[in-house]
């Protein structure tokens, strides 16, 4: 079984700069950054005083972000609140526009996850500098001894490399094992299809075996039978119209069992990198933004 396993498709070049290829990652991100956009003018316009359902749900939401800001990293740092947040919707649609079939998962590049990594890195660099100048931000590398500096140095450059990979690892990785599990259970499906119509009389035979199982089913209130009873008839069905030449190389183990999968890899999976890259964006920002009173001492 061989898997070609590839990144992401080029559609044109922009001839400037000696070519800026224009790629699915990029035209990913673009259509991510005009759902987000136009979605948060739609939400935001005509808000009043006695809120519709719409505007409850909305403000229920910017609330829970609020919350969980302001609950991890401290009231002090509640206006970082729309980084956390754009951090957190761009990562969960990024993730779930690969489910249209056509687009790719913007966070299964790993450029995308790795510029939020940097884009945080250079906030807390920045916070470091503001609150300890730029000597004492320099002295952390030093600390506590001398000798620990190329550790720290290496540290400081490991956090946003690991936040990156292991953001579109998880991603990239259940994209790929989805992918192997299309070609096996096509080939799966080509064996088995394959084997029913040798003769016209297999399918039948097939067909009829889970026709009785699936009422036989049905009279017992056995769901197993059933559900053996409908995949007997369709595979029998699906057989019978290939060894009539209707219907050729219908992949049907294709059909229903990836979709579990995709539940995990697509949507559960989606929501918790989404969510952990951004609970270690806001530990990594507070510890850079201490309290007031700490600052001051």
């Known amino acids: 079984m061989n898997v070609e396993v590839t990144g992401a498709y080029i559609y044109f070049t922009i001839p400037i700069f000696g070519g800026i290829p224009v790629t699915q990652t990029a035209l990913s991100v673009l259509l991510v950054t005009l759902l987000l ?3 948060s003018w739609f939400l935001g316009r005509g808000l009043t005083k006695r809120p519709g359902k719409l505007q409850v749900l909305t403000e229920k939401g910017v609330m829970l972000l609020h919350g969980m800001v302001t609950d991890t990293m401290g009231q002090h740092n509640a206006h970082w609140t729309p980084y956390i947040g754009t951090i957190f919707l761009s990562s969960i649609c990024g993730s779930l526009i690969g489910l249209t079939g056509f ?4 966070t299964a590049d790993l450029s995308v996850p790795l510029t939020w990594a940097v884009m945080t890195t250079a906030i807390i660099w920045y916070q470091n500098i503001k609150h300890n100048g730029f000597l004492g931000w320099l002295k952390g590398f030093t600390e506590p001894v001398v000798v620990m500096t190329p550790m720290n140095i290496v540290s400081e450059i490991a956090q946003p490399v690991s936040m990156a990979f292991r953001h579109f690892g998880n991603v990239a990785g259940g994209g790929v ?8 259970l096509s080939m799966v499906s080509s064996l088995v299809i394959g084997l029913v119509s040798k003769t016209v009389a297999v399918p039948i035979v097939v067909a009829v075996l889970g026709v009785t199982l699936f009422v036989w089913g049905r009279k017992t209130k056995k769901t197993a039978r059933r559900i053996f009873g409908i995949a007997f008839g369709v595979i029998g069905l699906l057989g019978l119209l290939e060894k009539l030449g209707i219907l050729k190389n219908v992949p049907i183990f294709q ?3 990836p979709a579990v999968l995709s539940v995990y890899f697509d949507l559960f999976s989606g929501f918790v990198q989404a969510f952990v890259f951004s609970l270690l964006s806001m530990v990594y920002i507070a510890g850079a933004c201490p309290p007031p009173v700490e600052a001051e001492n």
């Open 37 to 39: 956009g136009f979605g």
């Open 103 to 106: 687009l790719r998962s913007s």
């Open 177 to 184: 094992i989805t992918m192997i599990l299309y070609t096996a």
């Open 255 to 257: 059909f229903g069992i």
